[in-house]
């Protein structure tokens, strides 16, 4: 049996005459089967939350000025922040993977204002082509290719 | 009577006369390979143990009665086959319900909330009957079909974590089947039923667990009207910056 849910999960808004067990939770709540994907794509917020205040760190960095900015290149190079790196990749590609390629398609209703919804098929090839043509693009530019 | 083998049913039991919590009770039955979860409940029932409780009805995935939890994972009883499972198997309630008695749940919060997002076509004004029928292409059919064929069986209430944690949460049936109505051509209720999914506990409290499509019965994928539901609410958001408030279709 899973653990207790919330005592009014489901109760009707005025008491019953009978007794009532409590609800539980999915016995394979949170930890087995397919929740399991679920929590971790949740847990993956962290991610995202900690790489904008990183974000917001680089960009006072810049506007700081270059010693600022060179100070910081010199903290990234710090094996913590390079293993932080190689786990929010893993995680970043886990949500987009989940949420693009397995759960983005049916999000879209059939109509958005006059334009019909493209065949569900279509959405995974597309959002892939994209995916991989701004890989590329970010690659270039991290590689020096435009001057 | 060769083909009987035999089977451990671990079936939970709640007598509210009785019980402050659940227990289990153990069954060994002799079931055929042929059978359905439901075939040996109501064995159970009619040979073995008269007290036990349980809703069934129709016996071919229609009705919607007969959902409980198999192995703890929300089924229709009368659509699972007994050869897909071991020497075990552990039936329980569905969860996250209050329960009435054993494998009974209480249906009263689920039609409180089926209710509350108006489940049928709404219209400013009717036709006359001498005006004729509406009319729909099979194009505005297919808009809704697939979220029309929900059987109101609880299964993805009882998948969903977010039931169990949120009260007010409205739920995937009924969301899914507002978001039918608000996809028919003949229903002018958009308006209204928006503002329910838009309140606190509709739409957005989903997280997108998916699990309620995982368990459908029916393949309605319950995830995917929440979540367009969703979407809609965003494209609105965003039209308003630009146009006056939506109005009925």
Same mark, same amino acid.
């Given at each position: 049996?899973?653990?207790? &849910? ?49 974000? $917001?760190?680089?960009?006072?960095? $810049?506007? /700081? ?28 590609? +886990? @949500? ?36 991989? &043509?701004? @890989? ?12 | ?75 229709? /009883? ?94 995937? &049936? ?57 979407? $809609? ?7 308003? +910056? ?8």
């Amino acid at each position: 049996m899973g653990r207790l &849910a919330d005592p009014l999960a489901m109760s009707p808004s005025r008491p019953g005459r009978t007794r009532t067990a409590p609800p539980v939770m999915p016995a394979e709540f949170p930890a087995q089967g397919r929740y399991r994907s679920y929590m971790l794509f949740g847990a993956c917020c962290v991610f995202f939350l900690l790489s904008s205040l990183l974000f $917001l760190r680089v960009v006072n960095a $810049l506007a /700081t000025g270059p010693e600022a900015w060179d100070e910081l290149l010199r903290e990234f190079r710090h094996p913590l922040y390079l293993a932080y790196n190689v786990a929010a990749l893993a995680g970043f590609v +886990f @949500t987009a993977r989940r949420f693009l390629f397995q759960l983005f398609a049916k999000t879209q209703p059939p109509r958005i204002g006059p334009f019909p919804r493209p065949p569900l098929a279509v959405f995974s090839p597309v959002l892939g082509a994209a995916w991989l &043509a701004a @890989t590329a693009l970010i690659f270039c530019i991290l590689w020096g290719a435009f001057p | 009577m060769s083909e009987l083998q035999k089977k451990t049913f671990v079936i939970t039991r709640f007598d509210p006369d009785k019980d402050e919590v659940p227990k289990t009770q153990t069954y060994e039955i002799p079931v055929r390979p042929d059978w359905k979860v439901l075939d040996a409940l109501n064995f159970i029932k009619d040979e073995v143990d008269g007290t036990l409780s349980h809703r069934w009805s129709c016996r071919m995935a229609v009705c919607g009665s007969c959902g409980m939890t198999v192995n703890g994972e929300p089924k229709l /009883t009368c659509k699972t086959a007994l050869s897909d499972y071991g020497d075990t198997l552990e039936v329980g309630p569905l969860s996250n319900f209050p329960v009435i008695r054993d494998l009974v749940v209480e249906l009263e919060g689920f039609m409180e909330k089926f209710k509350a997002v108006k489940p049928w076509i709404l219209r400013a004004k009717e036709k006359a009957p001498e005006e004729g029928v509406y009319r729909q292409s099979p194009e505005e059919l297919e808009a809704f079909k697939q979220f029309s064929m929900c059987i109101n069986c609880m299964l993805c209430y009882a998948a969903c974590p977010v039931v169990g944690n949120e009260p007010d949460y409205l739920g995937p &049936a009924a969301i899914a089947l507002g978001h039918r109505y608000n996809l028919d051509s003949r229903d002018e209720g958009d308006v209204e039923r928006n503002q329910v999914f838009r309140e606190e506990g509709g739409v957005y409290s989903c997280s997108y667990a998916n699990e309620c499509s995982e368990v459908c019965p029916k393949n309605v994928d319950p995830a995917a009207a929440i979540n367009q539901a969703k979407f $809609l609410a965003l494209v609105d958001w965003a039209k308003s +910056f630009v146009s006056s408030p939506p109005r009925r279709k």
